[in-house]
């Protein structure tokens, strides 16, 4: 079998790695100058300081159930990549 036929899973994205990414980030994101230096960037970008633009926000993003309007449209759940879900995306499911 080739490697896809076998399920094949790239080793560097994994739960374990998206896990160790995810508290580097909130790290990174505690630090003084980081915050410094995102409130020196043109505000049309800073969404990307807060949260970023990352797999790590997709891994775990917070889940709410849609409103009725969403419901009868066939959307009964939204997500937020905003980093703070729990618990984590499946891995297949982010690839």
Do not use: H
Not at 25 to 48: D, K, M, N, Q, Y
Request: aromatic content about 8%; hydrophobic content about 40%; charged content about 25%.
């Amino acid at each position: 079998l080739n490697e896809r036929e076998k399920g094949f899973r790239p080793s560097v994205v994994s739960d374990t790695y998206l896990s160790e990414v995810k508290s580097a980030e909130e790290a990174l994101r505690s630090l003084s100058g980081w915050t410094e230096l995102c409130e020196a960037v043109p505000i049309e970008v800073r969404f990307l300081c807060s949260v970023g633009d990352s797999l790590v926000a997709m891994a775990f993003g917070s889940w709410q159930e849609a409103d009725m309007e969403k419901k009868l449209q066939g959307l009964d759940w939204e997500v937020t990549f905003d980093a703070q879900g729990v618990p984590q995306l499946p891995v297949e499911t982010l690839l």
